[in-house]
Structures are given as structure tokens and as C-alpha cells.
């Protein structure tokens, strides 16, 4: 566990990595939710001012196309007074004929941070019906806690649906929410710790075939080409866990198989999802441009599955 000072300079520098400029049609991309498809389109959001929805173009940029929030929810200043509107990390999942987004509040250098949920029947700004609704906070945490309660992460799984979140403290962590409300189940219940690290964020739950892979990110993001992000996996019988490793350690005593880390110009991969394109599962991350002075970007790899584990295929 970092103590917060340290952690200040670690990963909550999001402004000079990954801003989000209003102007800006072609956005740097951080944080990437999963990619959805929703009428025609292919979209998702990032971090960003307001929570920036992209939409893939032809040629494969992602333009902005609108904002989640252009007014802030009252909640947002009254539990996490010192966040200016820079809302991190965002996930998506379509529940039947509902998107429930959900997003990170957090405070500059500790875990003063909360998770929110905002709802909409579609994700074309040009529709009647394109109307985002705010439901509040689904889980706070504070000081005296032992988690940080943002890099929410969604999955379904035989009609339950689970939330992993957490960066740095004791960890990645996992509850389950109420698939009808997108709300906290058995608020007054711990959450799961499924992984431990030194330096350890932005888990995402895969179920492929019987088995539930578990992504995560050790090391550093937000400093650009000084990146040292790099993206490790664990896999259970459980989606609860134990999450082990290729050696058979457990995530929750700092297991963590490698995945992917820097390659040429792809410097500190990071916060990674699954999307299938095609019938082809793709790894969906964002990473540092050593061309570009380190600006942020995506990236979509192909995976292929290898005695029982995910690897890049080359």
C-alpha cells in the first residue's frame, strides 16, 4: 500500500496525461471503457471533463460525440469537494433496454472517492430519447478506508451482475449489484479483495468458456513516455476468486501473470477491456505514443487463447 502522498504522484495526475479538451473532436484517449455497439455504432467513453462519449469513425478515429454530464450531479461536490469535474474511468453495460454507465469522483492524492451511476435508453445524441439520468453514488470510500473506490469495471454472469474497482491501498476489490437498478447489493456487506500490488489499478473480469480471467495494471500511468504501466491476469474457477497466476499464486498475495507491458513506440499499456469484433476478441487498451511525446491513445489487439490462457496474437 502507497501512503497518499506518494500515491499523488503516482496515479492521480490525469490532467497532464489524459485532459479532455471540449474543442477538441479527436480527443487523447485514457481510461477507456468498454466498446459497445449501439444502433449502427461503435462507441465508448474515457476519461475526461464531463465523461467524453466516442464514436469509430471509417478510417478508425474515435470523435467526440458528446458529453455525459454538462452539469454536474449535486452530490459530485457535496461528497468529493475538492474534484473539478474530471471524472475518471468510466464502464458501460447495456441491462435490457437500459445503458448504465458508471463513472469515478475522486480527490487529488488519497481515497476520498466515490463511484456514481448515470442511465440513458440510447447513445445517439441525435435521438428524442437521449437523455442521461443521474442515480447517485453507488459506493464512497474514505480515509479510514482500506480501498479506493474508483476504475469501476462491469460484468454480467448468469443474471448477477458484479462491479471490480480499486487502485493502490489494499488493492482491487469486487461487489455485486442489483441487475434491475444498477444499484448496491448487500451495501452493508466488505468488499472482495481479489488482487494486492505495490502499485495495482484498473481491474477488468473476462469470463471465457468455464473460467473468469482477471486484467490488471501494475505500476505507473499518467507520466507519459516515463509510463510504466503494464497490464498482468490471473485466472479462477470463481468470480470471486482466488485469482492465481501461471505459477499458481494467488493475485491477493501480488501473483500476477505477465500480459502485455511496453513494446517499441506502445509505451505502459493500461486499463484494459474485451470487445468482440467480427466473432474476434479484442484487447482494448489505452497507451502512451513514444512518437507523439507520450500523448495518450487506443489500442485494439487481437487475442487468441492458448491451455487456458489469453495471449496477443502476433
Same mark, same amino acid.
Given at each position: 500500500?502507497?501512503?497518499?502522498?506518494?500515491?499523488?504522484?503516482?496515479?492521480?495526475?490525469?490532467?497532464?496525461?489524459?485532459?479532455?479538451?471540449?474543442?477538441?473532436? !479527436?480527443?487523447?484517449?485514457?481510461?477507456p471503457?468498454?466498446?459497445?455497439?449501439?444502433?449502427?455504432?461503435?462507441l465508448?467513453?474515457?476519461?475526461?471533463?464531463?465523461?467524453?462519449?466516442?464514436?469509430?469513425e471509417?478510417?478508425?478515429?474515435?470523435?467526440?460525440?458528446?458529453?455525459?454530464?454538462?452539469?454536474?450531479?449535486?452530490?459530485?461536490?457535496?461528497?468529493?469537494?475538492?474534484?473539478?469535474?474530471?471524472?475518471?474511468?468510466?464502464?458501460?453495460?447495456?441491462?435490457?433496454?437500459?445503458?448504465?454507465? $458508471? !463513472?469515478?469522483?475522486?480527490?487529488?492524492?488519497?481515497?476520498?472517492?466515490?463511484?456514481?451511476?448515470?442511465?440513458?435508453?440510447t447513445?445517439?445524441?441525435?435521438?428524442?430519447?437521449y437523455?442521461?439520468?443521474?442515480?447517485?453514488m453507488?459506493?464512497?470510500?474514505?480515509?479510514?478506508?482500506?480501498?479506493?473506490?474508483?476504475?469501476?469495471?462491469?460484468?454480467?454472469?448468469?443474471?448477477?451482475?458484479?462491479?471490480?474497482?480499486?487502485?493502490?491501498?489494499?488493492?482491487?476489490?469486487?461487489?455485486?449489484?442489483?441487475?434491475?437498478?444498477g444499484?448496491?447489493?448487500?451495501?452493508?456487506?466488505?468488499?472482495?479483495?481479489?488482487?494486492?500490488?505495490?502499485?495495482?489499478?484498473?481491474?477488468?473480469?473476462?469470463?471465457?468458456?468455464?473460467?473468469?480471467?482477471?486484467?490488471?495494471?501494475?505500476?505507473?500511468?499518467?507520466?507519459?513516455?516515463?509510463?510504466? $504501466?503494464?497490464?498482468?491476469?490471473?485466472?479462477?474457477?470463481?468470480?470471486?476468486?482466488? $485469482?492465481?497466476?501461471?505459477e499458481?499464486?494467488?493475485?491477493?498475495?501480488?501473483?500476477?501473470?505477465?500480459?502485455?507491458?511496453?513494446?517499441?513506440?506502445?509505451?505502459?499499456?493500461?486499463?484494459?477491456?474485451? !470487445?468482440?469484433?467480427?466473432?474476434?476478441?479484442?484487447?482494448?487498451?489505452? $497507451? !502512451?505514443?513514444?512518437?507523439?511525446?507520450?500523448?495518450?491513445d487506443?489500442?485494439?489487439?487481437?487475442?487468441?487463447?492458448?491451455?487456458?490462457?489469453?495471449?496477443?496474437?502476433?
Amino acid at each position: 500500500m502507497l501512503r497518499p502522498l506518494l500515491l499523488a504522484s503516482l496515479a492521480f495526475i490525469l490532467p497532464a496525461a489524459a485532459q479532455f479538451h471540449r474543442d477538441d473532436p !479527436y480527443p487523447r484517449i485514457h481510461d477507456p471503457s468498454t466498446v459497445v455497439d449501439d444502433a449502427g455504432s461503435t462507441l465508448m467513453l474515457c476519461t475526461g471533463h464531463g465523461v467524453p462519449l466516442l464514436k469509430r469513425e471509417a478510417d478508425g478515429r474515435w470523435k467526440r460525440e458528446g458529453l455525459l454530464f454538462s452539469d454536474y450531479p449535486a452530490w459530485h461536490k457535496k461528497e468529493i469537494p475538492e474534484n473539478r469535474g474530471h471524472l475518471w474511468a468510466p464502464d458501460i453495460i447495456r441491462i435490457g433496454s437500459q445503458w448504465f454507465v $458508471y !463513472y469515478s469522483v475522486s480527490s487529488f492524492g488519497s481515497n476520498e472517492s466515490a463511484i456514481g451511476l448515470a442511465t440513458n435508453k440510447t447513445l445517439d445524441p441525435a435521438s428524442k430519447d437521449y437523455a442521461w439520468k443521474d442515480e447517485g453514488m453507488i459506493i464512497r470510500s474514505r480515509g479510514s478506508n482500506h480501498y479506493n473506490a474508483i476504475d469501476p469495471a462491469l460484468i454480467m454472469d448468469d443474471g448477477r451482475l458484479w462491479m471490480s474497482f480499486g487502485s493502490f491501498w489494499e488493492g482491487t476489490q469486487l461487489i455485486e449489484l442489483d441487475p434491475k437498478t444498477g444499484l448496491r447489493k448487500n451495501a452493508g456487506q466488505q468488499p472482495i479483495r481479489l488482487a494486492t500490488h505495490q502499485e495495482i489499478e484498473a481491474p477488468f473480469i473476462h469470463k471465457h468458456g468455464d473460467d473468469y480471467y482477471l486484467f490488471v495494471n501494475w505500476g505507473k500511468c499518467c507520466k507519459g513516455v516515463d509510463s510504466t $504501466y503494464e497490464i498482468r491476469i490471473g485466472r479462477s474457477k470463481q468470480i470471486t476468486g482466488p $485469482y492465481l497466476d501461471k505459477e499458481g499464486v494467488d493475485l491477493k498475495d501480488g501473483g500476477g501473470a505477465p500480459f502485455l507491458a511496453t513494446e517499441g513506440k506502445f509505451i505502459g499499456p493500461g486499463h484494459a477491456s474485451i !470487445y468482440k469484433e467480427k466473432g474476434r476478441e479484442m484487447l482494448v487498451h489505452h $497507451y !502512451y505514443d513514444k512518437d507523439r511525446n507520450g500523448r495518450s491513445d487506443l489500442r485494439m489487439l487481437p487475442l487468441e487463447w492458448k491451455d487456458g490462457w489469453p495471449l496477443i496474437a502476433r
